[in-house]
């Protein structure tokens, strides 16, 4: 029978520490990025010319209909040879895990903003309102109010995301954990420690959006 031994992973207990540094490092990056990304390609998405919605649309099917795993390999390997340029592992990890997340943040942003009945849209025209104007002071307030929670759940599944960037020998939590397993022969021990962790960084955090969901839900 196999005997359990947590108490010899206290050796490795600052790998852990820095791996997760590294992934709430990553978490924070790709996440704001993402965003960033997500609101230009879902704005480009509801323009009205033509080009800008078609590499919007483009973009957007590319990054959610191919896995993950692959473009982080495709972006560490690939892009150096085509484009030229050199690239590191976290380089390449925060490109792939940005530009992906950001296809999803797009797609809820665009559902966000056409939730909202076009009659306000028309009615801030009438009061002499730009479309730009009429977007940043009606529209996306109040889409915003419902973007929020799939914003939310959509950046808890980027934190568990990083854990794929070990494959690059990025050292995040899920890296570290391998460097110790290899090391301390214990792999039962620390990969349960690991799913612990990650389960207690992420479990605040999806508490924290049911909870912003229930107010959300009744202050309409």
Same mark, same amino acid.
């Given at each position: 029978m196999y005997t359990w031994d947590f108490g010899s992973l206290w050796t490795y207990r600052w790998l852990f520490v820095q791996g997760l540094?590294?992934?709430?490092?990553?978490?924070?990056?790709?996440?704001?990025i993402g965003l960033?990304?997500?609101?230009?390609a879902g704005l480009a998405k509801l323009s009205h010319l033509a080009p800008l919605r078609w590499l919007s649309n483009a973009y957007i099917e590319v990054f959610r209909c191919t896995p993950?795993?692959?473009?982080?390999?495709?972006?560490?390997?690939a892009l150096p040879i085509l484009a030229g340029i050199e690239i590191s592992a976290i380089g390449a990890s925060v490109l792939a895990l940005s530009l992906y997340g950001g296809s999803f943040y797009a797609e809820i942003i665009r559902g966000g903003i056409v939730?909202?009945?076009?009659g306000q849209g028309e009615a801030a025209a009438a009061l002499g309102m730009t479309p730009a104007q009429s977007l940043r002071? =009606? =529209? *996306?307030?109040?889409? *915003?109010?419902? !973007?929020?929670?799939? *914003? !939310?759940?959509?950046?808890? =599944?980027?934190?568990?995301?990083?854990? *794929?960037v070990s494959?690059?020998?990025?050292?995040?939590?899920?890296?570290q954990g391998q460097v110790a397993a290899h090391d301390s022969y214990r792999p039962l021990e620390i990969y349960t420690l690991v799913?612990?962790?990650y389960f207690a960084a992420l479990y605040p955090l999806t508490w924290i959006v049911r909870r912003g969901e229930r107010r959300l839900a009744t202050s309409d």
């Open positions: 540094g590294v992934t709430a490092a990553f978490t924070v990056a790709i996440v704001v960033l990304v997500g609101l230009g993950l795993l692959v473009q982080l390999v495709w972006f560490y390997y939730s909202i009945d076009r002071r =009606i =529209i *996306l307030p109040q889409a *915003l109010k419902r !973007m929020v929670p799939p *914003l !939310m759940n959509q950046s808890i =599944i980027q934190f568990k995301n990083t854990s *794929l494959v690059l020998a990025v050292p995040d939590l899920l890296y799913a612990v962790l």
